[in-house]
C-alpha cells in the first residue's frame, strides 16, 4: 500500500511564493514519475509539472519559468517550487507517483492566491 502525503499549501498574495512537498511511504518499487496537477473550481484536473527517475522535467505551459519542480529520491519526496504566483493559480493541489505497475495520487492539497 502507497501513501502520499502533501503539505505546503496555503493563502499567498499575487507574486507570492510556496513550495509543495509530497512524500511517499509504503511498498514502493522503481518510481519512474512524480508529478503535480491542479484541479480549480469547476475546472477538470490538469498536469502542472512532472519529473523521471532521471531528472527530465515536463510543464504546463502557463507555469513555465515560474514554477520547478524537484525530487529527492532517497527520500521518496517530490517538490514543486512556486514563484510569482497568480490568482489563476488557485486550486487544489495534487501529487501523483507513478510506475510500470502502479499509479498513486495524494489527497490533495489548496492553493489559494489573493490580495
Known amino acids: 500500500q502507497v501513501q502520499l502525503v502533501e503539505s505546503g499549501g496555503g493563502l499567498v498574495q499575487p507574486g507570492g511564493s510556496l513550495r509543495l512537498s509530497c512524500a511517499a511511504s509504503?511498498?514502493?518499487?522503481?518510481?519512474?514519475?512524480m508529478g503535480w496537477y491542479r484541479q480549480a473550481p469547476g475546472k477538470e484536473r490538469e498536469l502542472v509539472a512532472t519529473?523521471?527517475?532521471?531528472?527530465?522535467?515536463n510543464y504546463a505551459d502557463s507555469v513555465k519559468g515560474r514554477f520547478t519542480i524537484s525530487r529527492d529520491n532517497a527520500k521518496l519526496t517530490v517538490y514543486l517550487r512556486m514563484n510569482s504566483l497568480k490568482p489563476e493559480d488557485t486550486a487544489v493541489y495534487y501529487c501523483?507517483?507513478?510506475?510500470?505497475?502502479?499509479?498513486?495520487w495524494g489527497q490533495g492539497t489548496q492553493v489559494t492566491v489573493s490580495s
Open positions: 519529473i523521471t527517475s532521471g531528472g527530465s522535467t
Open positions: 501523483k507517483i507513478a510506475s510500470s505497475t502502479f499509479a498513486s
Open positions: 509504503g511498498n514502493i518499487f522503481n518510481i519512474n514519475t
